[in-house]
């Protein structure tokens, strides 16, 4: 069992940066590929990005790419989310996800534990 804590959330105004965290609990977060997830109003749940368990493969959705950078600490049991040039549309409540496998997947379904979300507003 992994439980996740997203924290860092808040209101920016665009240009502006914010840091997610999720803090997870369990011994076995090393051995989880995390994801990074948004969710805006009246939309599907989209994927922002993932890091593999290992921390060493990265990738991301199109529409944050060159703007965020995910990162990980297997001794803090932590994933961050480093969101750089924020823009209005990427206003949404952020979820963190873990999946029992080396490597990250884009698919929401994939994933294996869920936090409960972080708001991000950004402001124009």
């Known amino acids: 069992q992994v439980q996740l804590v997203e924290s860092g959330g808040g209101l920016v105004q665009a240009g502006g940066s914010l840091r997610l965290s999720c803090a997870a609990s369990?011994?076995?977060?090393?051995?989880?590929?995390m994801g990074w997830f948004r969710q805006g109003p009246g939309k599907e749940r989209e994927f922002v990005g993932g890091i593999s368990w290992s921390g060493g493969v990265t990738n991301y959705g199109d529409s944050v790419k060159g703007r965020f950078t995910i990162s990980r600490d297997n001794a803090k049991n932590t994933v961050y989310l480093q969101m750089n040039s924020l823009k209005p549309e990427d206003t949404a409540v952020y979820y963190c996800?873990?999946?029992?496998?080396?490597?990250?997947?884009?698919?929401?379904?994939?994933?294996?534990?869920w936090g409960q979300g972080t708001q991000v507003t950004v402001s124009s």
């Open positions: 996800a873990a999946r029992w496998s080396a490597g990250t997947d884009y698919i929401p379904r994939q994933y294996d534990y």
């Open positions: 369990g011994r076995t977060f090393s051995s989880c590929a």
